[in-house]
C-alpha cells in the first residue's frame, strides 16, 4: 500500500535480466520494454512490466504516476567531474578565442594552476555550497551518480580540503557520490624543479590521511606531457592501490603520454578521456578489463578531435560517457548534450550513448549494484521524458530540453 505504480510508460529504457558492463556490440543492445508500468516504494524499484501483465488495481497503490507517451531511462551516472571548484574561468576562455592553447594558458601558470590558487583561499563552507549547486543544477537535468575528483589543492591541506567537501556531499546529497584524489593533477610552482618533492608529499603525507579518514575510493593521475610521466602514473598509481584506492587514469587527451599504457598495467578501473588514440593502444585497451571513459564536452569545448569511439567498440572496448563538469575544458555537466554530441560527432548510437551513459558508468564507479539500469532492487533513479515521437529524438533536437522530472531514491527532485 506504500508503493507509487508509474503507468503507461510509453518506453521502459535499459530492463535488463542481469547486469553486465558492456563492450563492443553489446554495447548497442538496449532491452526496453513498450507500454509498460514500473513500481516504486520507499527509494526502491519494487516491480515493473508491461502494462497487461499488471496484476494489481490502480487502488492498491498510495499514489500513480501517469506517463502517457514519455520514456523512462534511469538517471545518468557521471563518472568523471571536477565540480569541487573556487571560481570559473572565463578570462582563459577568451584567451582562447583569442588563439592560446589549453597547454600555453598552462604554461603559463594558468589553467589548474589559477583553479588552485582560488582554491586555496575558498572556505570549506563556500566549497562545499558552490559544488552542492551544481549537483543540483546536473540532477535536474538527470544525473543520478557522480564521481568528484580532488585536483585543484595541490598542497596537503587543500587537496584534503577538497576531499572532505566532497565527504560532505556524499552524506548529504541524494546523488549517488565517489571520490577521487587526484593530488597529482598537476605540479604545484613550489615543486616545479622538484617532481620527486612533490610526489613524496602524495605518498608519504596525503595517502595516509586520505586512509585514515577514508576521504577516497579512487586514485587518479593526469598522465600527459607536461604533467605526469607514464612512469610517475605507475608510481603513484600504485601507491594508491596500497591503501585500497583503485585507479581512474586522465590519458591519452593530448598527446600519446602513456596513460592507456600505465593504466591497463595498473588494472585501472577506468582510463579516460582518449581524445589522443593510435592503433595499438585501442588493441591493447580492448584487450583489457579497464573501462574507455569518453568525454566529447571536453574535446568541444577545446576544439580537439572527438574521441575515436566506432574505432574502440569496433576493437571491442567497453566505453563509458562522462561530462568532466571542470572549469578549464567542459564548463557543463550536462549529460544530455553529452550523449547528444557522442550520436552526432562520434557517430554513436543512441543505444550506445544511453548504455555508456548509464550502466557502464556505473560499472566506472562500481555503482551498478544500486544504479545504472531499471532492475527490481535498484534504487529509483529515473528520468520521465516529455512525450517525445521516439528514443533517437532525445539526441537528435540537441539543446532541447527533454526531460519532465527526474527521480532520485523515489523522489522527484
Ligand atoms: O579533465 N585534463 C586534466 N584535467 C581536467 C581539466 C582541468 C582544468 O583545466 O581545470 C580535464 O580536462
Ligand atoms: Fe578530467
Not at 235 to 243: N, Q, S, V, Y
Request: charged share 25%; with cysteine; glycine share 8%.
Amino acid at each position: 500500500m506504500s508503493a507509487t505504480l508509474i503507468r503507461d510508460i510509453k518506453l521502459l529504457v535499459n530492463t535488463p535480466e542481469t547486469d553486465t558492463c558492456l563492450r563492443g556490440k553489446e554495447l548497442a543492445v538496449l532491452p526496453v520494454i513498450e507500454n509498460a508500468y514500473l513500481i516504486m516504494e520507499d527509494e526502491f524499484i519494487t516491480g515493473l512490466g508491461r502494462m497487461e501483465e499488471l496484476i494489481y488495481p490502480e487502488k492498491h497503490f498510495k499514489s500513480v504516476i501517469n506517463a502517457t507517451g514519455q520514456i523512462v531511462l534511469p538517471a545518468w551516472c557521471d563518472s568523471h567531474t571536477h565540480i569541487v571548484f573556487a571560481a570559473t574561468r572565463e578570462e582563459e576562455f577568451i584567451d582562447k578565442l583569442k588563439g592560446m592553447s589549453y597547454a600555453d594558458i598552462a604554461a603559463k601558470g594558468g589553467g589548474i594552476l589559477n583553479s588552485a590558487r582560488k582554491l586555496g583561499e575558498a572556505s570549506e563552507s563556500m566549497l562545499f555550497n558552490d559544488a552542492w549547486k551544481r549537483l543540483e543544477e546536473v540532477s535536474k537535468m538527470g544525473t543520478g551518480s557522480i564521481e568528484i575528483k580532488s585536483g585543484y589543492g595541490l598542497t596537503v591541506e587543500s587537496e584534503l580540503k577538497m576531499l572532505r567537501v566532497i565527504k560532505k556531499l556524499k552524506e548529504k546529497s541524494p546523488l549517488t557520490i565517489k571520490a577521487t584524489f587526484l593530488g597529482a593533477h598537476t605540479y604545484p610552482p613550489a615543486f616545479k624543479e622538484d617532481h620527486e618533492g612533490y610526489i613524496r608529499q602524495i605518498i608519504d603525507e596525503m595517502l595516509p590521511v586520505i586512509a585514515k579518514e577514508k576521504l577516497a575510493d579512487y586514485i587518479d593521475v593526469f598522465c600527459e606531457t607536461g604533467f605526469f610521466s607514464r612512469e610517475e602514473t605507475i608510481r603513484i598509481g600504485k601507491a594508491g592501490m596500497a591503501i585500497g584506492l583503485k585507479p581512474k587514469i586522465h590519458a591519452n587527451q593530448l598527446n600519446l603520454s602513456g596513460g592507456t599504457e600505465a593504466g591497463v598495467e595498473l588494472g585501472a578501473l577506468s582510463v579516460d578521456h582518449l581524445e589522443t588514440m593510435e592503433e595499438s593502444t585501442i588493441r591493447l585497451l580492448a584487450g583489457s578489463s579497464t573501462i574507455g571513459t569518453l568525454l566529447p564536452t571536453a574535446a568541444f569545448f577545446l576544439r580537439m578531435p572527438f574521441q575515436p569511439a566506432r574505432q574502440l567498440i569496433d576493437a571491442g572496448c567497453a566505453l563509458a560517457l562522462a561530462s568532466d563538469y571542470n572549469p578549464g575544458s567542459s564548463p557543463s555537466g550536462n549529460m544530455n548534450l553529452v550523449t547528444s554530441m557522442s550520436c552526432i560527432q562520434m557517430k554513436m548510437l543512441p543505444e550506445e550513448v544511453i548504455n555508456a551513459a548509464t550502466i557502464n558508468g556505473a560499472f566506472a564507479m562500481e555503482v551498478q549494484d544500486k544504479t545504472g539500469s531499471i532492475r527490481p532492487g535498484k534504487k529509483a533513479n529515473l528520468i520521465f521524458t516529455q512525450p517525445v515521437p521516439n528514443l533517437a529524438t532525445l539526441f537528435y533536437s540537441f539543446g532541447t530540453n527533454h526531460i519532465e522530472k527526474v527521480i532520485l531514491n523515489g523522489k522527484i527532485v
